[in-house]
């Protein structure tokens, strides 16, 4: 039985409208995040920071500097960041095959990208002056890749930000932050009009979770400034406090959010919602750290989790954080390199693709547009052969070739399995040698004889 709530979900099911419709086409996307919290790079004095570089606000203890909470609140007076070149940014998204840049205005620690009106603390303010949020935008939209707002809720400079509300003076102080919050984000959308939607973090406490009503009421006006405007499931909480989801199990906002640094395994996990998983190069890093600690992803591993996060009909968002200079770090340079040399030639298998209702297969991922089949191969079976199982009545391919350069591969029947579906082995000549994945594209047709007659 349906609970009655006043602020779920409004919608459900995805939307129809063509603005979501170009979102749902990106495949890739660009995370940037940049702030003050890149001057320190993850660490200061000599000593590191062990949290993800963009919270070393947070940074306390024997390991902090001392006085380090002052140190930091008066770091935005040295930001001069003289090497920064949106231009060189949205060049390089663009060769890497970003369609969709995501940019932090507003991290936890409350330091504005933009000069806002409402806050001293602001890039106004600092030796750059310059409004950095409208320099990424227009350099990125100058090459035809839409811009995402990052904006987060919680806001530690902010003397009416609060946890939770306990006490009268908490729900005074928090109706100040929550004025101060409306106020920037109607900035924002009446700043950079090209924004074709906003990215919500710092939703989970407890003092915003309790805002439900004038949440959906920001949400819903937001969404009459900017008709088209697209908002994720992590903006706001339901009358009951539960988000992503409202008590009816109905997703809020326009698409999932909940994938960060984290993947869906099977299309169930997706529940028939748009999404899009936003991760980091090294484990967990997304401000720029002077040196990153364990694990850093190699472009195969990324491009491995894009096409996984396609053949889920989902977006794969790859975040970037430049140091306090405005510089992008070599890893991330040669990163977006080797993925943009892929992209170039097997971007047909990402861009406007989706899931295919196909038998996950060892060798890789199916993604589909239409009554085609893109096969991107990252385990090379011993024998060459792809196997394919289709279980759609009076359907098979017809044709099999190399997205790279069209050269045909085999195709040959493999009978049927128990199930009654049809097996096919796509086979790779034995003498193609490829030391990167590689698409192949499988064309289907609706048979002419009828299944039925067999039966
Ligand atoms: C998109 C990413 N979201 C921010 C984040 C993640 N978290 C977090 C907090 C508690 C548990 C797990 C994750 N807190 N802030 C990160 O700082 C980055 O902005």
Redesign the pocket.
């Known amino acids: 039985t349906q609970i009655s709530l006043k602020h779920g979900s409004h919608r459900s099911g995805k939307r129809t409208d063509a603005t979501m419709q170009r979102w749902r086409e990106y495949g890739l996307g660009q995370?940037i995040?940049w702030g003050i919290y890149s001057i320190p790079g993850g660490g200061w004095d000599g000593k590191t920071y062990g949290g993800?570089a963009?919270?070393i606000r947070s940074w306390s203890g024997k390991d902090a500097p001392n006085d380090w909470r002052k140190t930091y609140d008066n770091l935005y007076k040295q930001f001069n960041p003289v090497d920064f070149n949106a231009n060189k940014w949205a060049e390089q998204a663009k060769n890497m095959g970003a369609k969709y840049v995501i940019f932090?205005t507003k991290?936890?620690d409350g330091f504005c990208m933009w000069p806002s009106k409402y806050t001293e603390y602001t890039i106004a303010n600092t030796p750059y002056k310059k409004d950095i949020v409208k320099e990424v935008v227009d350099a990125y939209n100058k090459v035809g890749i839409d811009v995402y707002l990052?904006f987060?809720v919680m806001d530690w400079s902010h003397q009416g930000w609060r946890y939770d509300i306990k006490s009268p003076e908490d729900s005074i102080a928090f109706e100040s932050f929550k004025k101060f919050t409306r106020n920037q984000l109607l900035e924002l959308l009446t700043s950079y009009p090209s924004a074709k939607g906003l990215w919500f973090?710092?939703t989970?406490d407890k003092s915003w979770v309790k805002q439900a009503e004038f949440a959906d009421e920001l949400e819903t006006e937001m969404r009459t400034l900017r008709p088209g405007l697209i908002i994720g499931s992590r903006f706001r909480a339901d009358d009951f406090g539960k988000r992503h989801v409202d008590s009816n199990g109905v997703m809020m906002g326009d698409y999932e959010q909940g994938w960060?640094r984290n993947l869906p395994n099977s299309i169930e996990d997706v529940h028939g919602h748009d999404w899009d998983c936003?991760m980091t190069i090294p484990d967990n890093q997304?401000?720029y750290n002077s040196h990153w600690k364990g694990y850093v992803k190699t472009p195969y591993n990324l491009i491995e989790m894009l096409v996984k996060s396609v053949s889920l009909s989902g977006n794969f968002v790859i975040?970037f954080g430049p140091d306090g200079k405005g510089n992008i770090r070599q890893e991330e340079t040669s990163i977006a390199k080797e993925i943009g040399d892929w992209m170039k030639t097997n971007n047909e298998a990402i861009y406007g693709c989706s899931h295919a209702d196909m038998k996950k297969q060892d060798w890789g991922y199916f993604t589909q547009k239409g009554r085609k089949l893109y096969l991107t191969v990252f385990n090379r079976p011993i024998n060459n052969c792809l196997n394919v199982e289709i279980s759609e009545k009076g359907v098979k391919p017809t044709k099999a070739y190399f997205l790279a350069n069209k050269l045909p591969v085999a195709i040959q029947d493999a009978g049927k399995n128990k199930q009654n579906n049809n097996l096919y082995n796509i086979v790779i000549p034995a003498k193609y040698i490829s030391d990167k994945p590689f698409v192949i594209v499988l064309e289907l047709e609706e048979s002419q004889t009828n299944e039925k007659a067999y039966q």
């Open positions: 995370f995040h993800a963009e919270w932090t991290h936890h990052y987060s973090d710092g989970w960060e936003v997304w401000g975040n």
